[in-house]
């Protein structure tokens, strides 16, 4: 792309797609570099690129095609029909949690507390936990991670959706001595350390991704602490890796918990397995 000649929008997203970027990708990019929105940019292919504009999108285009999250670059993601503001600090929420939510919302419907506490271990972004505090706001809702730039994340998002979420700073039980809950939700690291998709993963933060070694020690670390901070009665809810639902039941079974289910998700992948304690 030249910067001697005007810059169109059919040109910026002609030159995005000569170097191998998604169409959707490239509007949602360019949508953002000029504060329009999408449907803007099919009625006004003509419309020029100002300096700052070519500049900015040039800009994210090169870091789009290293593979950097589009979320990052925009600063934004939708969740379960919530707009969250998300860093590099924090993990891309992934369509395929909204699972583990609906299951949660399912859950506190069922329960007879009218105020049920529910906490989500590892909040990030405070998607889990923003979304069932906005599906049932009669919900005590506290949230955890381990990164303090993570939770001033979250905090900047309940702040902004107006969302009152109780934040926790410690690693999965470390700040809930003698506290008991109705509901415990995770989608905690579980890439296995060798596994070849970390590495398209580069971007995101590690600690969110994997616990190293088999994936596995994030979920055992909270299924063994489960049973003495959930109610009698209470759930816990996981999400997990396509190939974990066998070891995770097990966990499960190893902890006394009863009417362990694993659900699908929208892939048909074994996504998210819960138990009663």
Known sequence: MSNAAATSVADALRD???QGLDRLDAQLLLAHVLARPRSWLLAHDDAALDDPQRGAWQALLARRLTGEPLAYLVGA???HGLALQVD??????RPETELLVDWAIERLAAMSSPEPRVVDLGTG???IALAVKHAV???????????PAALRCAQANAKRLGLDIGWRLGNWW?????????LILA???YIAGGDPHLAALRHEPTLALTPG???LSALRAIVAGAPEHLEPGGWLLLEHGHDQADAVQALLRAHDFAAIETRRDLGGQPRCTGARR
């Not at 590099?88 to 929420?93: F, G, H, I, R, S």
């Not at 706001?137 to 990164?147: F, H």
């Not at 470390?174 to 109705?182: I, M, P, T, V």
Request: proline content about 10%; overall charge negative.
């Open 137 to 147: 706001p009669s919900a005590q809702v506290l949230a955890t991670d381990v990164d």
């Open 125 to 127: 972004s405070g998607a």
């Open 16 to 18: 995005a797609k000569v």
């Open 187 to 189: 989608n905690p690291p």
């Open 213 to 215: 070694g088999d994936g």
């Open 174 to 182: 470390s700040c809930f001595a003698g506290e008991r809950f109705d």
């Open 77 to 79: 993601k939708e969740f």
């Open 88 to 93: 590099a600090n924090v993990l891309v929420p």
